[in-house]
């Protein structure tokens, strides 16, 4: 589960937070498994979710890009009597572990887990020392490659679109200064620098740190790419009557989940640059409200709900529509693959 970058849920920001599904009654709603069906759980995590679908007797394909995450959930696997099966992939390769007759739900839950937070080791918070690592598959340009090599105007951008940091010039000149003298390593390392170049106000309610680390996670898993691919998978993975529930932490991913929707309902296409426009058949149609948050209660309960958002579509039997990533209007940063080590 992600964070709000504007200073919602701040799980970054505390010590360690046990692991709650946010929004889990709403989602089972949206969803509404039956027994018999097949549901794709795309961001399995600690397996909240998938327990409460095979609770009401569905079939689960449970994917996450986190192999501790799958090794995790082998004991879950060995008490639904067959009826979970635990894959190691990114969810925006879903389609390709949908069954020929199509799935009957999807839901993601978008962002990192509580589970990769906690652990040090894996460097995605400020408030534990580790290494500056952030990777959620635990593979590929980590977070310390991208603060080392990265162009000062590369992490302007990555800060300030990614992070919404207002001070984004600033700490990135500063790390280009620091990262002269010593490569940057740790956790700790990185948000020390932050706090001694954008120093904490009273009114402040976050760590100055908590925009760029946010952003650097957010770089550099593809959380944007990844989650409008899943969009475009998930249309072509469902069978007609089959739901989508998409949970999303921050403006950044509910803006391209509300985009895929508002795309998806059949309104015409066109701008006032382009006039002549055509009705499209709509592949999905709203289920409950347009955007559903967590109650109060919830919220106080567990804190990282208090950013979180849902939206919920059925797929009608119209063609999927085509795979064109422009409708997100995706920020335009640097190459990832370009920082590795």
Known sequence: MATDLGGGSLEADGGPVRHIPVLLSEVIEA????????????????????????????????????????????????????RLTLIHSRFSDLAEHAPAGGLDGIVLDIGVSSMQIDEAERGFSFQKNGPLDMRMSASGVSAADVVNRAKVSDLIRIFGFLG??????????????????????????L????????????????HPATRVFQALRVFVNDELGELA???????????????????????????????????????????????????RAATFTPVGRPMVAA?????VVNPRARSAKLRAGERTSAPAGTDDLSIFNLPNLAALEKMGS
Do not use: C, M
């Open 295 to 299: 109650s109060d209660a919830e919220s």
């Open 31 to 82: 969803l509404a498994p039956k027994p018999g069906q097949t549901i794709l759980d795309g961001t399995f995590g600690a397996g909240g979710y998938t327990s409460a679908i095979l609770a009401e007797g569905a079939n689960v394909i449970g994917l996450d890009r986190d192999p501790n995450a799958i090794a995790g959930g082998q004991q879950l696997v060995n008490a639904s009597g067959g």
């Open 164 to 189: 919404e940091e207002k001070q984004a010039g600033r700490i990135a000149r500063a790390i280009e200064r620091e990262r002269a003298k010593e490569p940057f390593t740790t956790t700790r390392q």
């Open 191 to 206: 948000a020390n620098l932050i706090e001694l170049t954008t120093p904490r106000k009273a009114k402040d309610k976050i």
């Open 229 to 279: 691919q899943a969009l475009l998978a998930a249309e072509r993975a469902l069978k007609p009557g089959g739901r989508l529930v998409i949970v999303s932490f921050h403006s950044l991913e509910d803006r391209i989940v509300k985009k895929f929707f508002q795309d998806r309902a059949g309104k015409a296409a066109g701008s006032r640059h382009l006039p002549e426009v055509h009705d």
